[in-house]
């Protein structure tokens, strides 16, 4: 099959490779020349574990090229699919200048029957306002069939994701296109659920929505744990073990962050808000993910009792480990507060820290080795669980850091592990763990 | 084993039973005499599939004996387990004072000649472990017994399959000698057995149902989300199930969650937020979310008979919050029906279960029939998703009506067939 994709953000892109692996002649195109010569010579730009190896592979197989012309790049293409970003307006709600614009230029040059697939996280109802721009415009007298087939793949395992997702959603109207987008996919091996197009659009935000609300659970219990002397680690475990609630996404923590969960709960809201409709239940959801950076704060603050000068080592960056992401990410909030404060940060991040600067700028120093962050800390915050982080020698935390109280967001460690340590240790909804007499930090002490 | 259990409401009577089925010597006890008199002679409570071959089998073999004397149940026993009630009180607070009327009664009556493990079975607060363990000592060695929690997760309607069968057993204990004995006494029903601290293990009780309850709020949202959108929420919760990290369970739009544990558990664990300072934003939405979403059906009504119910005749099927139970506490149809009769509507009504036992509005009629309940009406509702609702000749039974509207509370029917047989048809967030 020949298949043109529009944009090369993180889903056209892993989609595009994808796609090519799987036998199909793939054609991505971007408006942006720099980046698509940067891409045809096999730089995937944004960061993602297999990503560059298999766009590698399929370009040398001419199976996957790059073209920064619609009229080229949409030549000849039986399939089109939309995969341009949905930033968020202010209000909330998803700009769709770029997917307009994409369906314009899809009407404009193409010279066949086509089917456009749209991959982008759109509102319901976006779908078939895509067929009507696309009608207006047609330059061609060809036939052309929506389908809506949300993307479901996570940041730091996308190709996985892609190869190995849970299902694939194919919504239209028109049988004949859902049948070429299932033997587009047929390779992948994954279950097809087919359905209509405002449906699978509504799929795509409640399926997030709903794993975002079980983040949000999971702290609001962690927090109530926490006053009460439970453990949230094993309420969590506990839980998961009913198959009705299953294991997955019960970690406490700081809160989801990233380009989808943030962005779609907004979206959400403000779709029922469009129909008069107060979304209480994901407002709150929101609200309790946007106080878990500060929650960890006060917590901090009320140990030391001020930053003012003091050196505060933060362990992560990213919004989770494996990816460069920095979008909505709780560093930025804790960071931001502890600079507001006074505090001298230290941040260390494997792979973030360019993305971190453009966000936070140079108010704190970065830095890419653990120890080096540690050194002199007068206090760690642990933001992201990068696999680097969740081995620390908890010794070396003592041995490095000039008062050795830590503050971790992620429940890297097992209190059993940390309570043979001499640290001082808070977490996310476990008891608190103070080894030796607390010390005086900042003449602040209790 | 030789186990007592302390309560014979829905957690007490099939877990004893279920004990009983396994070999295990167990006395049931209750301080209502007449209660204890009835079970003596095979008249069960409660409505339950298969309890009462159950009772019945192990009575008759002398594995299960009933009693109201604590003190004569205890002698030989080696578990105790209290599986009292926790009504809550008007603060959401759950009221603990049959558990800790049984726990000074223990200190009464237990002696100091036998080690005894004693469970908390009944859904109680964060710390209720301790403060029984307290009330005990006060006049037995701590060494003699140990206090634990093992929450019950049974479903009410399948209370007794949820028993022999668990998705998993959580153990909280402190003390090793009481793990391994109930780790044994569970063996036989799980090999999924989870051991914690008696805290953790009372607040993954509180924390599992919420998380569920939340999940019902949720899938509600979405429902009336896809009625303003046009989408149809079968076909979400369908695609969204299929998400291992979601699961496809408690996905079931409707009128949202009643009986006997959600309500009151999520009322419950608000509270226990509030007492230590932490405002529970999202349960309380949760909470909001199943206040409201019964009035859709009022909504329906509304919007298909221009904003005037009075002098409609209604037709409910269903009083039982769910199928396979006679319960009906915190159960939709009880709001509803009181609702309509508020908007002056005249209804009528039919459970094949709950029938007279639930108190309605004077002027609510009970049909012995189901289908008198079409009879004259201008809408039915159905609102307890009992199979014999769902198979109903509705094409015939449509010429009974004065007016061919259902209003499907629970998304059971087909909308395609009734809207081909001529029904004007509403579901929560179907098209």
Redesign the interface.
């Known amino acids: 099959m020949k298949i043109a994709v529009i944009g090369t953000g993180y889903v056209g892109l892993v989609t595009g490779v994808c796609l090519s692996d799987i036998g199909h002649t793939v054609i991505c195109i971007d408006v942006d020349q720099e980046k698509v010569k940067r891409l045809q010579s096999g730089d995937p730009i944004i960061y993602e574990p297999g990503l560059e190896d298999l766009m590698k592979k399929n370009i040398e197989k001419s199976r996957l090229s790059f073209s920064g012309n619609h009229q080229t790049g949409l030549a000849g293409a039986e399939v089109v699919y939309i995969a341009v970003g949905t930033p968020q307006n202010h209000d909330g709600s998803a700009n769709l200048n770029y997917i307009e614009a994409a369906a314009t230029d899809i009407a404009k040059n193409i010279t066949q029957d086509t089917v456009v697939v749209t991959k982008s996280t759109v509102p319901?109802?976006t779908n078939q306002h895509i067929k009507e721009v696309i009608t207006v415009n047609l330059v061609h007298p060809v036939k052309v069939t929506v389908v809506s087939n949300p993307e479901?793949l996570r940041e730091g395992s996308a190709i996985q994701d892609t190869f190995s997702g849970?299902?694939i959603?194919i919504g239209t109207d028109d049988e004949q296109a859902a049948y070429i987008i299932e033997e587009i996919n047929q390779p992948f091996g994954i279950?097809v659920?087919k359905?209509?197009i405002?449906?699978?659009?509504?799929?795509k935000y409640?399926?997030n929505?709903?794993?975002a609300?079980?983040i949000?659970?999971i702290n609001?219990?962690a927090?109530?744990?926490e006053?009460?002397?439970?453990?949230v680690d094993?309420?969590a475990?506990?839980?998961g073990?009913?198959?009705?609630?299953?294991p997955?996404?019960l970690s406490a923590g700081l809160g989801y962050g990233g380009s989808c969960f943030p962005k779609d709960t907004n979206a959400?809201v403000q779709?029922?808000g469009n129909?008069e409709?107060d979304?209480?239940?994901?407002?709150?959801?929101i609200?309790?993910n946007n106080n878990q950076p500060l929650h960890l704060f006060q917590k901090a603050k009320q140990r030391l009792g001020d930053f003012k000068g003091k050196k505060i080592a933060v362990l992560g960056l990213a919004f989770k480990p494996n990816t460069d992401d920095m979008r909505e990410a709780p560093s930025t909030l804790l960071i931001q507060q502890l600079l507001e404060e006074g505090a001298n940060v230290t941040a260390f991040d494997p792979i973030a820290i360019e993305n971190a600067r453009r966000i936070l700028g140079d108010g704190l120093t970065y830095s890419e080795s653990i120890d080096e962050t540690l050194q002199d800390a007068e206090a760690t915050f642990i933001v992201t669980d990068w696999e680097k982080v969740k081995n620390i020698d908890l010794a070396t935390l003592e041995q490095r850091m000039k008062y050795p109280i830590v503050f971790d967001g992620r429940n890297c460690f097992a209190l059993e592990a940390v309570k043979t340590a001499n640290i001082e240790y808070y977490s996310m909804g476990r008891s608190d763990i103070a080894n030796r007499e607390k010390l005086a930090v900042g003449g602040s002490n209790k | 084993m030789n186990i007592v259990i302390v309560g014979t409401g829905y957690v007490g009577l099939v877990s004893g039973s279920c004990f009983a089925d396994k070999g295990h010597h167990v006395y049931c006890v209750d301080n209502n005499q007449s209660k204890i008199k009835d079970l003596k002679n095979g008249i069960i409570p409660i409505y339950e599939k298969g309890l009462k071959s159950l009772i019945d089998r192990n009575t008759a073999n002398g594995h299960l004996e009933f009693t109201t004397s604590l003190k004569d149940a205890v002698g030989e026993a080696d578990f105790i387990f209290i599986a009292v009630g926790t009504p809550e009180m008007t603060n959401g607070e759950a009221n603990l004072e049959y558990v800790y009327h049984v726990a000074d009664e223990l200190s009464e009556v237990l002696d100091d000649t036998r080690y005894r493990v004693i469970v908390d079975k009944s859904t109680v607060p964060i710390g209720t472990a301790y403060e029984v363990r307290k009330r005990i000592a006060r006049n037995i060695p701590t060494a003699a017994f140990d206090v634990c929690s093992v929450p019950e997760f049974l479903k009410e309607g399948s209370a007794v399959h949820d028993t022999l069968h668990p998705d998993r057993i959580v153990i909280g204990t402190d003390s090793e000698k009481a793990q391994k004995r109930l780790v044994e006494l569970h063996r036989p029903f799980s090999n999924q057995l989870f051991v914690t601290d008696i805290r953790s293990a009372e607040m993954i009780k509180y924390a599992s149902n919420c998380f569920l309850a939340t999940k019902i709020s949720f899938i509600n949202e979405i429902a009336n989300l896809c009625d303003a959108y046009g989408a149809d929420i079968k076909e979400v919760a369908a695609a969204m199930g299929l998400d291992k990290r979601i699961s496809p369970h408690f996905l079931n739009a409707g009128l949202g969650y009643g009986g006997s544990c959600f309500p009151k558990d999520i009322k419950a664990l608000i509270n226990m937020a509030d007492q230590v300072d932490y405002d529970a934003t999202l349960l309380k939405a949760v909470q909001q979310v199943n206040t409201k979403q019964k009035y859709r059906v009022i909504s329906h009504l509304h919007n298909v008979f221009d904003h005037e119910l009075a002098g409609k005749k209604i037709g409910i099927l269903g009083l039982a919050f769910k199928p396979n139970t006679d319960d009906f506490r915190e159960s939709p149809s009880l709001f509803i029906i009181h609702e309509l009769v508020k908007q002056a509507a005249t209804v009528v009504v039919y459970d094949p279960v709950v029938g007279h036992k639930a108190r309605l509005p004077d002027k609510v009629e009970i049909m012995e029939e189901v289908t008198s309940v079409f009879d004259h009406v201008d809408a039915v509702v159905l609102m307890t998703e009992w199979p014999e609702f769902i198979h109903l000749p509705y094409e015939s039974l449509k010429h009974k009506m004065r007016t061919p509207v259902v209003i499907d509370g629970r998304n059971a029917l087909d909308p395609v067939e009734l809207k081909n047989n001529g029904f004007i048809y509403h579901g929560i967030g179907v098209r």
């Open positions: 319901v109802g479901f849970d299902r959603v279950p659920y359905t209509d405002a449906s699978a659009e509504m799929i409640a399926s929505a709903f794993l609300t079980k949000s659970f609001e219990i927090n109530i744990c006053k009460t002397g439970a453990n094993a309420v475990a506990g839980m073990l009913d198959n009705r609630i299953g997955k996404f959400l779709l029922a129909h409709h979304f209480k239940l994901l407002k709150s959801v609200e309790v």
